[in-house]
């Protein structure tokens, strides 16, 4: 059998986005979780809805709608993703902020600014 070499304590990836990476536009999010991980489990709720959705609505029916992706990871990649969604928000909100007073956002060789990475 061959020997593994040792990792050090503490590996960074980082993750590559190309062209064909899966995209997915999502505006509802599940939260569940189990006594192992959490789960994410994600949808796109179209806009205007179906007739036949708003009529199961106004009956009080719950508006039913398909998972198109989950994500489940253990507790400690959860804790990371809500500081990093912190951090996230706190760095959008600020730049909102700027723009309200009569500030533009960034924008880099033309284009806007690209949103910032996790590492």
């Known amino acids: 059998m061959p020997k ?3 990792l ?6 980082r ?4 062209p064909d990476t899966p995209s997915y536009y999502v ?3 599940l939260v569940s ?3 192992y991980d959490f789960c994410l489990s994600v949808t796109r709720l179209g806009s205007p809805l179906p007739a036949e959705q708003v009529e ?5 029916e719950p508006l039913l709608m398909d998972a198109i992706l989950q994500i489940i990871m253990p ?3 959860a804790e990371g993703l809500i500081k990093a969604l912190t951090e996230q928000h706190h760095k959008y909100q600020e730049a909102l902020a700027q723009q309200k007073e009569g500030g533009q956002i960034e924008r ?3 284009k806007r600014r690209q949103p910032n990475r996790l590492q």
């Open 8 to 13: 050090p304590q503490q590996v960074v990836p």
């Open 15 to 18: 993750v590559v986005v190309t």
């Open 108 to 110: 880099v060789e033309g």
């Open 4 to 6: 593994t070499a040792k």
């Open 75 to 77: 507790p400690a990649v």
């Open 33 to 35: 979780n189990t006594q």
């Open 27 to 29: 505006n509802y999010i």
């Open 56 to 60: 199961r609505i106004k009956k009080g």
